[in-house]
């Protein structure tokens, strides 16, 4: 079978480039690059996509072998039916690793028909390094970089005001626009760049704020040869999604016009508050996720469908999103209506969404996405919910990196693995709670200050690590109830 390229396909003729993409993972391909394929298809939107790997180490080369072709498999339920629609998506025209390629990545700011800046760099991505330059081939957080190419672009059009750029950031963090476009501008301060660009990335480029929604397991290991047995060429950048799309971007009419979604089916909504979507979503459906991570794979399952389809663990998931959904101050039927849709899609047989798949930067994700429900629940009843405190206790013990003499899949920047090790050398459980909770580099505040919070993580450590999961959390769940471990 031939390798996937367009020649074979003859599609040699490439989209001008309109948008610029920072990241090149699963989701990206999957969302984002997908949601330019339909306004392609449907409106002549015209829209090629270059993308920017992040990261010195990436996927930029396996994008390019392959011309920037990729076929995405989305797969579901539709009334009781199994449903699987196969797309080649076909905008990428380039893919830059600026570690390697730093004039590449600069030339991108001088492209003419450039409008748009897209990005997922994950959670901690969005941050602002005070020693980074802009001399530095490139710079090493994300906004540094968008600064730099934003410079390029300002000097290159000499401060057009025509020329700037829609920035779209897709990171699920708070205010991830308004966030990013700070970084910008601080480091405008930082690298005393002239008034007139800061005037210029502040007011001539938009930042909207988004929400996105999709699952998507990314590569199908298990099942790649079914796969590829449905094509007529050997793709080795398959993409399994599934068919639910959300994508919610403040913005108002001129939004619209730029990017004229509201005349296709996709479901993207520009909307001016995306801020009810984003709590329901972040809260539940990746507060769900994150949570589940540690506890599934400390109990030994691989799949979040194993999970959820479980009895012990998939009550453990229902619990935790049950303590989850009452931190929530909205209508308690539109909740429980999208809970149902969301324990629906991970019970998707479809999809094999690997639970390791989804432990990058879990303790960036913790915080963004589960801490503010267990601080929630805990300030509205007086007391620590009994499911998420034990999600945090093994998310903690999960960061030890060795469980039953086996290597878990710990995916995180090397200083908090780091300080995790560190806190495990400790030996006792009493410190090593104490000094992971306290870590405000990790949270974002001191946790030792929750009153009770590190009395009952020593107390589920300790069953954890003598009883296992299972029985651990029926003990922890039993000596919770008995002393309420309230404040």
Same mark, same amino acid.
């Given at each position: ?16 480039? !309109? ?41 930029v ?83 540094a ?23 779209i ?21 930082l ?64 939004l ?24 329901? !979503? ?28 479980g ?38 047989p479809?999809?094999k ?9 879990? *303790? ?27 999600s945090?206790?093994c ?6 990196? *060795?469980?039953?003499n ?62 296992? *999961?299972?029985?651990?959390? *029926? ?13």
């Open positions: 079978m031939e390798k996937l390229n367009r020649k074979s396909l003859g599609l040699e003729k490439k989209f001008p480039i !309109k948008v610029v993409q920072f990241g090149e993972g699963n989701f990206l391909r999957a969302f984002v690059d997908y949601a330019f394929q339909r306004l392609n298809k449907e409106l002549e939107f015209n829209a090629g996509i270059a993308i920017v790997q992040p990261l010195k180490e990436g996927m080369d396996r994008i390019n072998d392959q011309d920037g072709l990729y076929t995405l498999f989305m797969n579901g339920i539709k009334k009781g039916e199994k449903i699987q629609d196969i797309e080649l998506i076909t905008n990428i025209v380039k893919a830059i690793n600026p570690y390697s390629d730093f004039a590449d990545f600069l030339a991108l700011a001088q492209e003419e028909e450039l409008q748009f800046i897209v990005s997922n760099t994950t959670e901690a991505g969005i941050e602002f390094i005070e020693s980074d330059t802009p001399n530095m081939q490139p710079p090493v957080s994300f906004p970089k968008l600064t730099v190419l934003l410079y390029e672009r300002f000097q290159h059009f000499n401060g057009d005001p025509s020329k700037g750029l829609t920035i950031p897709c990171e699920l963090i708070d205010y991830n626009s308004e966030t990013l476009k700070k970084y910008i501008l601080q480091y405008c301060d690298w005393e760049l002239e008034e007139a660009f800061k005037t210029w990335a502040s007011e001539a480029c938009t930042y909207h704020s988004t929400l996105v929604d999709r699952i998507v397991p990314g590569y199908p290991r298990a099942e790649i040869e079914e796969y590829n047995n449905k094509l007529e060429y050997q793709d080795n950048l398959i993409v399994a999604a599934e068919p639910f799309f959300l994508w919610a971007i403040e913005g108002g009419e001129a619209k016009q730029k990017l004229p979604f509201h005349k296709t089916n996709l479901n993207v909504k520009i909307v001016d508050d995306i801020r009810p979507f984003k709590m329901i !979503k972040v809260r539940i459906l990746n507060g769900a996720h994150t949570a589940m991570v540690p506890f599934s794979l400390l109990y030994g399952n691989k799949l979040v469908m194993e999970t959820v389809n009895s012990f663990t998939g009550q453990f998931v229902n619990s935790v999103i049950s303590e989850i959904s009452g931190t929530l101050d909205m209508d308690k039927t539109e909740i429980l209506a999208y809970t149902e849709e969301v324990m629906d899609r991970f019970k998707n479809y999809i969404h690997a639970l390791a798949d989804i432990a990058l930067n879990s *303790i960036s994700k913790f915080k963004v996405r589960v801490l503010p429900s267990l601080l929630g629940y805990y300030t509205a009843n007086h007391k620590l919910p009994i499911n998420l405190t034990f945090l206790a998310l903690i013990q999960f960061y030890k990196g *060795i469980w039953n086996e290597v878990l899949p710990v995916k995180d920047a090397p200083e908090i693995v780091e300080a995790f090790k560190s806190a495990w050398q400790m030996g006792n459980l009493d410190l090593v709670a104490i000094r992971i909770l306290a870590n405000t580099d990790f949270w974002g505040e001191d946790l030792t200050n929750v009153k009770g919070l590190s009395a009952a993580l020593v107390l589920a450590l300790n069953e954890i690590n003598a009883n296992g *999961i299972e029985q651990g959390f *029926i003990n922890f769940e039993k000596s919770a109830k008995e002393f309420s471990l309230s404040t």
